[in-house]
């Protein structure tokens, strides 16, 4: 029998958006479906957006929450009601192609099978398109060997150690993410305490417990770049400070604690122009782990500056 999917899909105010994500889910060429949407106390008309496009369609349940809890409550409610045996996560504002739960399903079988793995974490490859017309491959971590296993996903999400070899892609991010239902209970679901980067705590805590993380190479989904409140840098800094503070414990252990509470704010600097800022902490990072400091600044710089000059231009 073929395996049910859980397709989960978080809603807040995106009425004008939250269509295109419906659509894709049921356009999914997977025949054991079920899609679950959690509409996390929307002030717009995204209910009743969803209840339209679930009209005749018996896959498709509506979870409303009586008051906006973020995004970790709202994924963990998906956790806690999916029947599937297997989670796939599409955002709100995104469009995944029809093959995205198969190819996933697919690989997620594969590697199982030839390693013995328990806990499996596969990501899906994609597209962001940015309003100026830029278009950014996003290659998933795993997507080529070697994967990317256990306590390297931690260090480089938390430091930028781990394995230099191991193929990281872009990141960890929960929108590109299925998995069996198990993995995620394994862990407890997402921390409701995170308002952002609840997706890389998330991996972080797989990967201490000796998760492996796979891709797929393939294009399954495209992302439309948006700005909002919740994406804000300060929200961003805030998020980054405290998950260096709950894995300080593991971070004290390679003594790394001070460096990844202090890189976040390197990183503010640069996107809110403050170089004073930036320059003083430059400093301190430079005056305590030189190496570590100038080696992680060298591999990233150049291709962060690159990014944003093309996301500027509008080149593709």
């Known amino acids: 029998m073929v395996d049910k999917v859980t397709i989960g899909i978080l809603c807040?105010?995106?009425?004008?958006?939250?269509?295109?994500?419906?659509?894709?889910?049921?356009?999914q060429n997977w025949d054991n479906l079920e899609i679950l949407i959690v509409d996390d106390c929307s002030s717009d008309t995204s209910v009743e957006v969803i209840k339209k496009f679930a009209e005749g369609d018996k896959r498709i349940k509506l979870i409303q929450h009586n008051e906006n809890k973020?995004?970790?409550?709202?994924?963990n409610t998906?956790?806690?009601?999916?029947?599937?045996?297997?989670?796939?996560?599409?955002?709100?504002?995104?469009?995944?192609?029809?093959?995205?739960?198969?190819?996933?399903?697919?690989?997620?079988?594969?590697?199982?099978?030839?390693?013995?793995?328990?806990?499996?974490?596969?990501?899906?490859?994609?597209?962001?398109?940015?309003?100026?017309?830029?278009?950014?491959?996003?290659?998933?971590?795993?997507?080529?060997?070697?994967?990317?296993?256990?306590e390297d996903v931690a260090a480089r999400q938390l430091y930028y150690g781990g394995n230099k070899d191991a193929f990281y892609g872009f990141g960890t991010p929960t929108c590109a993410l299925m998995a069996r239902t198990e993995t995620f209970k394994h862990v407890h679901g997402f921390n409701e305490g995170l308002k952002r980067a609840e997706d890389i705590d998330l991996a972080i805590r797989l990967a201490l417990q000796g998760a492996h993380f796979i891709g797929c190479h393939?294009?399954?989904f495209i992302q439309y770049a948006t700005e909002s409140a919740d994406k804000s840098y300060d929200r961003n800094l805030e998020a980054e400070i405290k998950l260096a503070q709950l894995h300080k414990d593991y971070l004290r252990s390679v003594g790394l604690y001070s460096y990844a509470l202090n890189w976040p704010k390197l990183r503010y600097a640069h996107f809110t122009k403050q170089y004073?800022?930036?320059?003083?902490?430059?400093?301190k990072l430079v005056l305590r782990h030189p190496v570590k400091t100038l080696s992680h600044l060298f591999a990233t710089g150049p291709q962060r500056l690159k990014h944003e000059t093309a996301m500027r231009g509008g080149r593709a």
């Open 218 to 220: 393939e294009k399954l």
């Open 70 to 75: 973020g995004a970790a409550a709202a994924r």
């Open 12 to 27: 807040y105010n995106a009425a004008a958006m939250i269509g295109r994500a419906i659509f894709s889910a049921k356009a």
């Open 78 to 150: 998906v956790i806690e009601n999916a029947t599937g045996s297997f989670i796939c996560f599409f955002d709100d504002d995104d469009e995944s192609l029809p093959e995205r739960v198969a190819t996933q399903h697919a690989r997620i079988a594969s590697y199982e099978s030839k390693t013995g793995a328990q806990y499996v974490l596969c990501y899906a490859s994609g597209t962001r398109v940015y309003p100026s017309g830029y278009k950014k491959d996003l290659i998933a971590i795993g997507a080529h060997d070697p994967v990317p296993v256990g």
């Open 276 to 283: 004073g800022l930036f320059l003083f902490t430059l400093l």
